[in-house]
């Protein structure tokens, strides 16, 4: 008798995962995850098998120089009682209150840190610091008693420009401080956190308090389970031995070799969603622990956007209904288990994105220690993502463009004593806009909503608006620019990120420049009436961030990117209002 069975099916491996897909797109990922099963990308990752990524020798030779951070739970967990010893003698001698002065995965993982987990009773309060507005500068100063104060200046390079302008600053705030504040020299204030041989870099560290050298194999935004997140961890008496447990925990998982393994899914999921076209990985992530968004953000984005593809983060944009998306969407859920408030609305808003067809992923967070495991799910999952799209994920091609720019800015400042004057497209009340070469070269409207509608005009079917905002934050503004990112997500459907500078230089600014040609941006500037010296420069912290944003603008201009300057007058906040309501006119 003739076997007339079907053919053995192949199971799908998206079965059992925290995956919902609409029909299209499962085919795909599941083929992505059985393409890394396959070809055992966990196993060859684990054996620092370059060719995951690479068959360039010279591309090879760099990334075996970048996988540190996935020994970093177990080797970090043998210094758990040199850095709480640290810590104990810190609070001991008097220090209440301690600052990071660093710039993206020097700050952003501390930044989770400090927020995500309660602060033991044995503990002080560590902030963060990462904008060279003067105005936030000085609320860092007067956050806390300059005399009880502990600076953590973190730089894997050495070289950092605005770490190293934070210490000149807070050196000087220290040095006329001493007599009066703990029996200890300035220096007694100051921690490096850096890499082997780059201590030289840092003006006064021979008389640091202490200094903690980094595995040099470990890229930045990699960095949160070394020095750089364990430093400030162990000033806040946060549990380092749980958290590193959870992160050796999820290592472990990540070796599995079957599609059970949670980098491996992940990873290969997001490399197919971006490959279909669902390229904007939008977080939908619980409120308590909202700053691990923006580390995600510089994660992904550092890793991804380069070589003309990537992956773009959408962090701290509410959830709307289905109507208000493009197509171009993937969600990505973190928050607790267990029932509540926000994840009741979050489950009925997702369920109806589900229904319309858009992906979502669910990664309920246990509880307990589960950070260090999240940070370290994430670093897995990218690298493999990169495998995915074909590029190096620890790399960072673009990010020194910007950079000389705003060198170049400066040096024309220290030769003419001022910053390079443009002629506004269009003014109204405290508003006034600049323009790229195709706006400038082009009849202008003369009116600044026209003008305003003229260059969101101008984003790509598949794009994404990027407001990069160089000015101080506070809760207020960062109400006021969420508000504006939902207006314009719901009028444009299109993906609206947000971004402080100059933060999303060292976070995003990779992905502008050297993703995917996608980016509209709104670039917003203010005045500083109250200007902030730097010790032993010339240029002041007002001057530094303007020329920050002319020299972030030059490099989306040479990049033939749209981007539009708005000059929000010295009141930054009045000028944010009376830009509210320019949006609103444009969209109408």
């Known amino acids: ?37 396959d070809e055992r990308w966990a196993a060859r990752v684990w054996d620092r098998d370059t060719t995951v990524w690479t068959d360039d020798p010279h591309v090879a030779a760099l990334i075996a120089n970048r996988l540190g951070w996935l020994d970093a739970p177990e080797a970090f967990s043998d210094r758990v009682d040199e850095l709480n010893a640290f810590a104990a003698s810190a609070v001991a001698e008097g220090f209440k209150a301690g600052l990071v002065c660093g710039m993206g995965g020097s700050s952003l993982a501390p930044a989770v840190l400090a927020h995500a987990l309660p602060r033991a009773a044995h503990g002080i309060p560590v902030a963060v610091l990462d904008s060279t507005d003067p105005a936030a500068v000085a609320a860092a100063t007067t956050a806390s008693d300059p005399s009880e104060t502990l600076y953590l200046i973190a730089s894997k390079s ?3 420009t605005e770490s190293l302008d934070f210490l000149a600053y807070f050196w000087d705030v220290e040095h006329h401080l001493h007599g009066r504040g703990p029996e200890a020299a300035p220096g007694e204030h100051f921690v490096a956190i850096t890499d082997p041989g780059n201590l030289q870099h ?39 031995d749980g958290l590193l447990g959870d992160a050796r925990a ?50 992904i984005a550092e890793s991804t956007g380069k070589r003309g593809v990537g992956i773009v983060p959408v962090d701290g944009e509410p959830l709307g209904v289905p109507s208000v998306y493009g197509h171009d969407r993937v969600f990505v859920r973190l928050g607790r288990t267990a029932p509540s408030d926000w994840r009741t609305s979050t489950d009925t808003a997702l369920e109806a994105l589900a229904a319309a067809d858009h992906p979502v992923i669910d990664l309920g967070l246990e509880a307990g220690a589960w950070l260090g495991g999240e940070f370290f799910r994430w670093e897995f999952a990218t690298a493999i993502a990169g495998a995915g799209l074909h590029i190096d994920p620890f790399d960072e091609p673009n990010v020194t463009e910007s950079k000389d720019n705003t060198r170049r800015v400066l040096k024309g400042f220290h030769d003419d004593g001022s ?3 443009a002629t506004p497209l269009a003014s109204e009340g405290h508003l006034r806009l600049f323009g790229d070469a195709p706006l400038r070269l082009t009849e202008p409207v003369a009116d600044v909503a026209g003008e305003l509608r003229r260059h969101l005009d101008r984003t790509r079917a598949n794009g994404y608006i990027a407001i990069q905002a160089f000015i101080a934050p506070t809760p207020a503004r960062e109400a006021a620019l969420r508000d504006l990112q939902r207006i314009l997500r719901d009028a444009t459907h299109h993906a609206v990120t947000l971004g402080f500078g100059p933060r999303y230089l060292h976070s995003t600014g990779q992905l502008h420049k050297g993703g995917a040609p996608l980016g509209c941006f709104l670039q917003l500037v203010a005045g500083h009436p109250d200007d902030v010296a730097i010790p032993g420069r010339e240029e002041t912290f007002g001057v530094l961030i303007d020329a920050q944003e002319l020299g972030d603008f030059a490099s989306l201009e040479a990049h033939e990117l749209p981007v539009l300057r708005i000059d929000l007058s010295e009141d930054a906040d009045r000028g944010l209002a009376e830009l509210r309501t320019v949006v609103d006119r444009a969209l109408a």
Not at 6 to 31: E, F, M
Not at 206 to 235: K, W
Request: charged share 15%; glycine share 8%.
């Open 1 to 37: 008798m003739t076997d007339t069975a079907s053919p053995t099916q192949v199971p799908d491996l998206t079965t059992g995962l925290p995956l919902r897909l609409p029909p299209k797109l499962r085919a795909a990922v599941d083929a992505a995850i059985r393409t890394a099963v």
């Open 158 to 160: 050495g070289t950092t």
């Open 202 to 240: 840092f003006p006064h560290s021979e008389a640091f308090r202490s200094v903690f050298l980094n595995q040099a194999d470990i890229g930045g935004r990699y960095s949160a389970l070394t020095y750089v997140g364990l430093v400030p961890a162990a000033l806040l008496g946060l549990d380092l």
């Open 250 to 299: 999820m290592a472990e998982r990540c070796r599995a070799d079957d599609a059970t393994n949670p980098g491996v899914w992940l990873g290969a999921s997001l490399a197919a969603l971006a490959r279909a076209g669902c390229d904007k990985l939008t977080f939908v992530i619980e409120p308590r622990l909202a700053p691990l968004g923006a580390w995600l953000e510089q994660l």
């Open 419 to 421: 910053l390079p004057v």
